[in-house]
């Protein structure tokens, strides 16, 4: 397939433009596909009978988490305390914030939960626990907690059958509240069958159950079980003691999902818009002007069945060109070539330059959504009415 020259018509607040007159690189939302996404995971968490508290890490954008919110999510699962401050600023008041607490971040927390937010923090070790139990008795406040779960050796948490565990429970005392119990396959991301998918998510939910059961049986409460990872939420054949599922990145799929296997091609909602600035045609190359600084370094197709390097090219209309990919990337060039690593002079009516002359608009998919979307200060989101919208992403911690 070959790409379009003509840049696609779009509309902002009812004035044609073209995609071309959009200052590249930028990060485009596929609005259409992002609901169908949004709605697919919500109504698998409906008949699953879980609520949904979306990881807003992947988006970090308030406008993404209200159409979440408005299409049945319940609370919001954040990675920095940032994004519970922004977040809870916008309304969003029930938030769990899913990275082992910093006891030299408790009073950030104090602040938020004092204000209003009901943001739950998690543990997975003795020191932290006694600092938060410390800092509640010495404010007066107790602080909901739950304790981080390790169900398959992928980072964080205690193991399940461990004696850690319960001593991780007592040792939050009168200090702090335990909630319960979460956990994250973090795995899922390394699997490619249902079989194994199924499998995985199945031990997700096992061990942290499993978990609850032993703190219950030693006197500590644990209302709470909490798992998930968008591979196992789309996988998992029973929720049987969960009472939440967290996933974030099915709001936009990427090409490490793609290569799991939980998403098609057209269901991926995140693109970057580029364009070509110039050619190396003794290399079979053309040149663009989304490097590493917008595409991110994250290669996380390596060692998956199908590598893209750091991107699969589409047109501006975002049909994938599928022999070409980006292959190299610079900090603001990106280099796009054949998939097999043939410079198009080795082939007859294959010349880059010629496929792809200055001014070409392409989009480019990538690997992991989280690390694209990160490298933006905001999105263009192409709208389901054919126009255009700007919705302003934050970062930091």
Same mark, same amino acid.
């Given at each position: 397939?070959?790409?379009?020259?003509?840049?696609?018509?779009?509309?902002?607040?009812?004035?044609?433009?073209?995609?071309?007159?959009?200052?590249?690189?930028?990060?485009?939302?596929?609005?259409?596909?992002?609901?169908?996404?949004?709605?697919?995971?919500?109504?698998?968490?409906?008949?699953?009978?879980?609520? @949904?508290?979306?990881?807003?890490?992947?988006?970090?954008?308030?406008?993404?988490?209200?159409?979440?919110?408005?299409?049945?999510?319940?609370?919001?699962?954040?990675?920095?305390?940032?994004?519970?401050?922004?977040?809870?600023?916008?309304?969003?008041?029930?938030?769990?914030?899913?990275?082992?607490?910093?006891?030299?971040?408790?009073? %950030?927390?104090?602040?938020? #939960?004092?204000?209003?937010?009901?943001?739950?923090?998690?543990?997975?070790?003795?020191?932290?626990?006694?600092?938060?139990?410390?800092?509640?008795?010495?404010?007066?406040?107790?602080?909901?907690?739950?304790?981080?779960?390790?169900?398959?050796?992928? %980072?964080? &948490?205690?193991?399940?059958?461990?004696?850690?565990?319960?001593?991780?429970?007592?040792?939050?005392?009168?200090?702090?509240?335990?909630?319960?119990?979460?956990?994250?396959? &973090?795995?899922?991301?390394?699997?490619?069958?249902?079989?194994?998918?199924?499998? @995985?998510?199945?031990?997700?939910?096992?061990?942290?159950?499993?978990?609850?059961?032993?703190?219950?049986?030693?006197?500590?409460?644990?209302?709470?079980?909490?798992?998930?990872?968008?591979?196992?939420?789309?996988?998992?054949?029973?929720?049987?003691?969960?009472?939440?599922?967290?996933?974030?990145?099915?709001?936009?799929?990427?090409?490490?999902?793609?290569?799991?296997?939980?998403?098609?091609?057209?269901?991926?909602?995140?693109?970057?818009?580029?364009?070509? !600035?110039?050619?190396?045609?003794?290399?079979?190359?053309?040149?663009?002007?989304?490097?590493?600084?917008?595409?991110?370094?994250?290669?996380?197709?390596?060692?998956?069945?199908?590598?893209?390097?750091?991107?699969?090219?589409?047109?501006?209309?975002?049909?994938?060109?599928?022999?070409? @990919?980006?292959?190299?990337?610079?900090?603001?060039?990106? !280099?796009?070539? #054949? %998939?097999?690593?043939?410079?198009?002079?080795?082939?007859?009516?294959?010349?880059?330059?010629?496929?792809?002359? !200055?001014?070409?608009?392409? %989009?480019?998919?990538?690997?992991?959504?989280?690390?694209?979307?990160?490298?933006?200060?905001?999105?263009?989101?192409?709208?389901?009415?054919?126009?255009?919208?700007?919705?302003?992403?934050?970062?930091?911690?």
């Amino acid at each position: 397939m070959t790409s379009s020259r003509r840049a696609a018509s779009i509309s902002i607040e009812g004035a044609a433009v073209q995609l071309s007159e959009i200052a590249t690189p930028a990060a485009l939302i596929d609005e259409a596909r992002m609901t169908r996404n949004i709605a697919r995971m919500q109504e698998r968490m409906g008949a699953l009978g879980v609520r @949904l508290r979306p990881h807003v890490k992947t988006p970090k954008c308030i406008e993404v988490a209200r159409l979440q919110e408005a299409a049945g999510a319940d609370g919001i699962t954040v990675s920095t305390l940032k994004e519970a401050e922004q977040f809870f600023a916008a309304g969003f008041a029930d938030v769990l914030y899913a990275v082992a607490i910093l006891p030299a971040k408790l009073d %950030r927390v104090l602040a938020l #939960r004092r204000r209003g937010c009901r943001l739950t923090i998690i543990v997975d070790s003795i020191i932290a626990a006694q600092a938060v139990a410390a800092k509640g008795r010495q404010e007066n406040h107790k602080l909901d907690v739950m304790i981080e779960i390790d169900c398959d050796g992928h %980072r964080s &948490g205690v193991d399940a059958e461990s004696d850690l565990l319960i001593e991780i429970g007592r040792a939050l005392g009168d200090g702090a509240s335990l909630k319960g119990v979460m956990t994250h396959a &973090g795995s899922s991301y390394e699997l490619d069958t249902p079989a194994a998918l199924r499998a @995985l998510a199945e031990q997700e939910r096992s061990r942290a159950v499993r978990a609850a059961e032993r703190l219950r049986a030693a006197g500590l409460t644990c209302p709470e079980v909490s798992v998930g990872s968008t591979p196992t939420a789309l996988s998992c054949a029973s929720a049987a003691g969960v009472t939440e599922v967290r996933a974030g990145v099915y709001v936009f799929f990427d090409l490490v999902m793609l290569n799991v296997g939980v998403c098609g091609l057209d269901e991926l909602a995140l693109s970057v818009l580029t364009t070509v !600035i110039g050619h190396q045609p003794d290399k079979g190359w053309a040149i663009v002007d989304a490097g590493w600084m917008a595409m991110s370094r994250d290669r996380g197709t390596q060692r998956q069945r199908t590598d893209y390097r750091y991107g699969m090219v589409c047109d501006a209309a975002l049909n994938p060109i599928d022999d070409l @990919l980006l292959s190299g990337t610079n900090q603001e060039h990106g !280099i796009v070539s #054949r %998939r097999d690593g043939l410079a198009d002079h080795d082939l007859a009516n294959h010349d880059i330059a010629r496929r792809l002359p !200055i001014g070409t608009q392409l %989009r480019i998919l990538p690997n992991h959504a989280c690390a694209t979307g990160a490298q933006f200060a905001d999105y263009h989101v192409l709208t389901r009415a054919g126009g255009v919208q700007i919705w302003r992403r934050f970062s930091g911690w």
